[in-house]
């Protein structure tokens, strides 16, 4: 079948993308599931930082290459071997599908799946095909997902089903911000209740963890970003104390406000001074947990001594450390209950075309996550 997608060809292109276009809406080519694997149409697709990351060249992937990876969707038609979805399904889509079988799967951390590493890595589905081509072209596929289009072909190990009575554009960050995010706090901190908590990086990762302290009971939440407008709408979203990254003192700050630091630091802007800070903050006997995706080369340096002489944890947390078909229902019901208001992450909807402005918006911080819809499918219930 014919769908649209949003095409990269060449990564490292100039700003503005409104200009530069570095997002083509292309007809392509999909091709019919395979075995194991299901045709959706797309209902909301978020845009994220990992995207990013990927238009501006800091995180390289084979060329040419359909983006996108958070997304809820309808399910159209299932390969062989899948029995355990129907049309009509609704999914969110989940950026590593995890095959069951290798060691970190069999260990439960299915977010660690080495081949589904490997078939991210090399632009194809966990089968190792690739169902996108363009005038003949094989067209690679963003993590599994290569969501921003109007229908994609993923392996089923990328999908979990939801309610239908749940709104798509809101189930859509499931897939990524609020797996990663509340995931971070959950599972990779163990954060108990009652502990005093710093959030470095305030998109939508970061405030998806700041809802997850908030409900988990943290005492005490720090909200620590470049943006004084971030900052204040954190304050809403439940953080008790707020510090501007840029302030030359912001660590002594943050260490003032905490009493010698907090017990959990967490960095998501993807920074190496960004990291360097959450671990200036982080108390004696605290853990510093970083879901941030700097560039490859990037390099941190510590006081290693500290990690012995005052017990100190530094972790990373790939997608919250989750289990997706467990975590996904989870959070869902908290956000049913209004303990995790998802929803008020959303920096608005826009279409397709308009992917190029928007990332823009996402580069110069201006949103914390805009969401591309699909017509009715997005408002299906």
């Known amino acids: ?21 570095p ?24 845009l994220c930082h990992s995207d990013l990351s990927v238009i501006n060249g800091d995180r390289p992937r084979p060329m040419p290459m359909a983006l996108g ?54 632009g194809t589905l966990l089968s190792g095909a690739r169902r996108i081509s363009h005038v003949g072209q094989p067209v690679n596929h963003h993590l599994g997902c290569s969501v921003f289009a109007e229908h994609a072909v993923v392996s089923r190990n990328s999908l979990v089903r939801i309610d239908k009575d749940i709104p798509l554009v809101d189930a859509a960050l499931f897939g990524c911000a609020v797996l990663t995010g509340v995931g971070a706090v959950i599972n990779t901190a163990k954060m108990p209740a009652g502990a005093s908590v710093a959030i470095i990086g305030l998109g939508g990762v970061g405030l998806a963890a700041l809802l997850g302290a908030h409900t988990a009971g943290a005492r005490q939440i720090v909200a620590v970003d470049l943006s004084d407008e971030k900052l204040a709408h954190a304050r809403t979203l439940g953080a008790t104390h707020t510090v501007n990254a840029s302030l030359p003192d912001a660590a002594e700050q943050i260490r ?13 802007a993807g920074s ?25 080369t ?53 279409q397709l075309e308009d992917i190029n402005k928007a990332f823009d918006q996402l580069h110069e911080g201006q949103a914390v996550r805009l969401v591309v819809t699909f017509g009715a499918a997005a408002q299906s219930r």
Not at 272 to 296: D, K, M, N
Not at 317 to 337: A, F, H, K, M
């Open 1 to 21: 079948m014919k769908t649209r997608a949003a095409v990269l060809r060449a990564m490292g292109a100039a700003h503005p993308y409104a200009q530069s276009l």
């Open 23 to 46: 997002l083509q809406i292309e007809e392509v080519e999909l091709q019919p599931p395979g075995e194991g694997e299901v045709l959706i149409r797309i209902a909301a697709a978020g």
């Open 69 to 122: 990876h958070e997304a809820s969707a309808v399910v159209v038609e299932t390969g062989p071997g899948v029995r355990d979805l129907q049309p009509g399904d609704h999914v969110v889509v989940v950026f590593m599908p995890s095959c069951g079988h290798c060691l970190p799967c069999a260990e439960g951390r299915p977010a660690l799946c080495e081949p589904g590493a490997a078939a991210n890595g090399a």
């Open 256 to 268: 003032a406000l905490s009493g010698a630091g907090v017990e959990y630091a967490f960095e998501f």
């Open 272 to 296: 190496v001074r960004a990291l360097e800070l959450a671990y200036a903050i982080t108390a004696r006997g605290g853990t510093t947990v970083t879901a941030g995706l700097p560039p490859p």
């Open 298 to 350: 990037a390099r941190m340096a510590l006081p290693a001594v500290s990690l012995v002489a005052e017990e100190r944890t530094l972790k990373g947390s790939y997608i919250g450390t989750c289990v997706p078909t467990r975590d996904i229902p989870r959070y869902l019901s908290l956000y049913r209950q209004g303990r995790l208001p998802v929803d008020r992450l959303l920096s608005g909807t826009l």
